[in-house]
């Protein structure tokens, strides 16, 4: 038993330390990032499924070592959203975006979309944050989306749901994330207005042109979108057969590593110049 123990403890030892020390290092390293201008902003293009033209780009986060490599955010957000860093960060994240959107917008009509962290919404005076950056940067609210996941909505809180209502009010567009992931019921659609939902990439990773069932849940999202008059866009596209399964199905928009990855401003400037071209 006494060895057993100790195997046990041999084995779980290094990892937990291993994940502890990451996170502490995430921790006191982030807030330099920040002070540092070590956090840059990729844009992932989106676009129309009937035109085949871009009408937007999703911000993603990154952080830029100093031997140029990157983080990516799936390491770094869960460990400002526990330490609170992800209110100066995700307030870092709107202003940058305002800035690039109010350069993009002179290129080409398109909207830049923001993901906000639950923290942030639950916290007073996003809206106020919001409309301060925008005015800062001059873009119109219509060019700014902002993505929430369900849990949001789910949440009961006074606070969360006058934010909605001042950022509705502004005019700014919201969206859905990662829709039909977090929870059973939709009662939620009814109290906040969206605009928009994005249907997660596992729903899309599935499809498959010879076989109907594969698009039961793409189609029943976007058939309850359609109803409520809210867009619909499919995440995570890689393949031909997805997008074609997802235009056959009425889905509006698209984003994924089919029609261009996550890539840096002075790219994605490439990027639209080129497009615009064709
Ligand atoms: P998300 O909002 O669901 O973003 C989509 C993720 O899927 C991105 O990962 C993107 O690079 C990736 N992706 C896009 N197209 C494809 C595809 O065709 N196939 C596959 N396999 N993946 C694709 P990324 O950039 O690593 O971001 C991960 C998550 O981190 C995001 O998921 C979002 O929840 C969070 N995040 C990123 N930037 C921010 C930010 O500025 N603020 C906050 N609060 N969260 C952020
Ligand atoms: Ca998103
Ligand atoms: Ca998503
Ligand atoms: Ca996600």
Excluded at 53 to 78: C, K, T
Excluded at 192 to 208: G, M, W, Y
Excluded at 235 to 253: D, H, K, R, S, Y
């Amino acid at each position: 038993a006494k060895d057993g123990g100790r195997a046990t403890y041999h084995f779980f030892t290094p990892e937990l330390n291993r994940r502890a020390s990451d996170r502490m290092w995430t921790e006191n390293n982030l807030r330099r990032a920040l002070a540092n201008n070590e956090l840059e902003l990729f844009f992932q293009p989106q676009f129309a499924v009937g035109s085949r033209r871009l009408v937007g780009a999703e911000a993603l986060v990154r952080w830029r070592q100093p031997d140029g490599s990157l983080i990516m955010p799936g390491q770094f957000i869960p460990v400002a959203e526990d330490t609170g860093l992800i209110l100066p960060l995700g307030d870092w994240v709107l202003g940058e975006a305002c800035r690039r959107a109010s350069e993009l917008l002179k290129h080409q009509d398109l909207l830049i979309a923001v993901n906000l962290s639950a923290v942030q919404m639950r916290r007073p005076g996003l809206a106020d944050r919001v409309a301060g950056w925008l005015s800062a940067y001059n873009v119109p609210p219509e060019a700014l989306e902002l993505e929430v996941t369900e849990s949001v909505l789910m949440d009961d809180s006074d606070v969360v749901a006058e934010t909605f209502a001042q950022l509705r009010e502004m005019g700014v567009p919201l969206a859905i994330d990662d829709f039909g992931t977090g929870y059973s019921s939709l009662s939620y659609l009814k109290r906040f207005r969206v605009d928009k939902l994005k249907i997660d990439r596992s729903f899309v990773c599935e499809l498959k042109s010879d076989d109907p069932d594969s698009g039961a849940i793409a189609e029943a999202i976007i058939g309850m979108a359609r109803s409520l008059r809210m867009q619909t866009l499919a995440e995570g596209v890689e393949t031909e057969e997805q997008f074609t399964c997802l235009a056959n199905l009425g889905c509006e928009q698209i984003q994924g590593y089919l029609l261009g990855r996550p890539m840096p401003y002075d790219d994605f400037v490439t990027f639209l110049k080129n497009q615009a071209l064709v």
